[in-house]
């Protein structure tokens, strides 16, 4: 009789435990279905990193390709200049004079007046410190950086190579196109990456595009554009592809090179 009392109570133990195991798989599987179905796969995102959530692309996403403008490889606003693609010999172009005796792009002086004078609007000092250079003084401008990078200790080569990535070799400046204009803060001067936490860069970099500007060497991009950062050099290229190229964190040339 003692036996058959101690196997029941075993017996009932058991049943205890695989109900409370039950209880605890199925309260386990409903918690998860919560979270699938209440969070939004942004706020799941956040909470799960690791995982991954489909979502519907929806109309004016920056991720789309769809809206990419066509280009037309012989338009004069998106003609690419750089290390690799040197400007055409016998390049000549028709400048005027935007202000202070600097010189743009006759095509798109008007677009860089309006720019500078709605920042000016706004309360901030922007100065242009260069535009349209000649052959001549963007010559100039790289022996001295050359000179430059001697006094550092640096051998000819290494010195021509490293003026490469401050200052554009003659014939490969978006300055000699007469497309890029380099814009500081009147209390800043200096160009180097201080000039990025002016109020006059934040203004041009947040509105640029409307005129049709890019900042044509963003950070961590020199492998691609041969320059370093620059956030005072800002080139002309046309709304349409202005918009398109800030909007989707592209480079000139990855642009150029998405329109295939």
Request: proline letters at 5%.
């Amino acid at each position: 009789f003692c036996m058959k009392q101690k196997r029941r109570r075993w017996a009932y133990r058991l049943y205890l435990m695989l109900h409370g195991i039950c209880l605890l798989i199925v309260v386990a599987v409903i918690g998860f279905v919560f979270e699938r179905v209440a969070l939004s796969p942004a706020l799941a995102s956040e909470l799960h990193p690791k995982k991954s959530f489909m979502v519907t692309q929806v109309e004016g996403d920056t991720g789309s390709a769809a809206d990419m403008p066509a280009i037309d490889p012989d338009d004069w606003k998106l003609q690419l200049v750089n290390q690799w693609s040197p400007l055409p010999d016998g390049f000549d172009v028709d400048v005027v004079e935007v202000e202070r005796g600097y010189q743009f792009d006759a095509r798109a002086a008007d677009k860089l007046r309006a720019m500078l004078e709605d920042c000016r609007d706004a309360g901030l000092q922007p100065l242009i410190c260069s535009a349209y250079r000649t052959h001549d003084y963007q010559t100039g401008l790289f022996e001295r950086q050359i000179e430059k990078q001697k006094a550092k200790g640096l051998a000819r080569q290494d010195a021509i190579d490293a003026a490469g990535q401050v200052v554009a070799v003659p014939g490969t400046s978006e300055h000699e196109l007469g497309l890029a204009v380099d814009i500081c803060a009147l209390d800043y001067q200096l160009l180097d990456e201080g000039q990025e936490d002016t109020p006059e860069y934040q203004w041009l970099k947040s509105h640029c595009t409307e005129y049709g500007f890019i900042l044509r060497y963003p950070p961590d991009t020199t492998e691609i554009t041969g320059i370093i950062y620059e956030p005072w050099h800002f080139r002309y290229v046309g709304k349409q592809a202005a918009v398109y190229i800030t909007s989707h964190n592209l480079t000139l040339e990855e642009y150029l090179q998405q329109a295939g």
